[in-house]
């Protein structure tokens, strides 16, 4: 007996769909990651940005004022502020770039002051050097005067420079008690005159002598002596060709300022300078402010 062929049953299941859940978290994740790379851009910013440009950063999103109002107090008779755009605070760059300002205007007036200084030291001592190279140059030319050579001292002082006639080795430049020089005397202030002339420098003569020694009879007024001979020395200069109005003093000190003060009664003590005054040009009127 045969058996009957089987059924064979397909049986297909179906499956429902999931419910559509829409795309909010795709906009949100979007969100979230230009969130994050704004951040780091902001860091990277921060981190390559400079400290002057940083605070332009925070003027620039700082408000312009604090107050509204032109009263410094809100209200009449409270205090007012000169400008009607209220009262602003200083920002920290304007704050930096003011006492900058300050620092660097101090540094170069200062800077400017010592090289003027300089210039100026530079200038004087040149200026020095060249009026002794003309003056030694003058004495130099008159081999008749060659014996005279040790009584002629010429030095560089706080005044200026000084061409002193002094007695030394047992030689004067003036006869004892005379107000007038040797003849050899006025012949090396005569030849000294035209040189001075051409220098720039007003003249100061000054009259000096040694002191009476205790127990000594004493003689002409030191104080006459001195003068008289620094007068007959600008008279002789002026003889010569020098311009009066360049003289800017003639006096005499007697023997209160002696080359050797523990040995005030030598020879060398007595003298008469003549100082060229290491005096400043007048400042152009439009520097005079």
Do not use: C
């Amino acid at each position: 007996m045969t058996k009957p062929a089987q059924q064979i049953i397909v049986k297909k299941v179906k499956k429902a769909a999931h419910a559509h859940h829409g795309g909010a978290w795709k906009i949100a994740y979007a969100d979230f990651v230009t969130a994050m790379m704004a951040f780091f851009l902001l860091m990277w910013l921060i981190s390559m940005t400079t400290q002057e440009q940083k605070e332009g950063l925070a003027e620039y999103f700082a408000p312009g004022a604090v107050s509204p109002s032109t009263s410094g107090a809100g209200g009449m008779l409270w205090g007012s502020a000169l400008d009607k755009s209220g009262s602003k605070p200083l920002t920290p760059r304007e704050v930096a770039m003011g006492t900058t300002k300050q620092e660097d205007k101090a540094r170069q007036t200062k800077s400017g002051a010592a090289d003027r200084e300089i210039d100026r030291t530079a200038a004087a001592q040149q200026a020095s050097h060249s009026a002794i190279a003309s003056l030694r140059q003058t004495l130099q030319s008159m081999p008749e005067i060659a014996d005279l050579s040790r009584n002629i001292v010429i030095e560089p002082t706080k005044e200026g420079l000084d061409v002193a006639l002094m007695d030394e080795n047992g030689r004067s430049m003036f006869p004892e008690g005379s107000v007038q020089p040797y003849p050899s005397t006025r012949r090396v202030l005569e030849a000294l005159a035209p040189t001075l002339r051409r220098l720039p420098n007003r003249l100061a003569i000054t009259g000096h002598t040694a002191a009476v020694r205790p127990g000594a009879a004493a003689g002409v007024d030191p104080w006459s002596l001195t003068t008289g001979r620094a007068l007959a020395v600008r008279e002789i200069l002026s003889g010569a060709g020098f311009p009066n109005d360049r003289f800017a003093s003639v006096v005499g000190r007697a023997d209160t300022e002696p080359v050797f003060p523990d040995n005030p009664y030598i020879s060398p003590n007595r003298r008469v300078r003549i100082t060229l005054l290491s005096e400043e040009p007048p400042l152009p009127p439009n520097l005079l402010r």
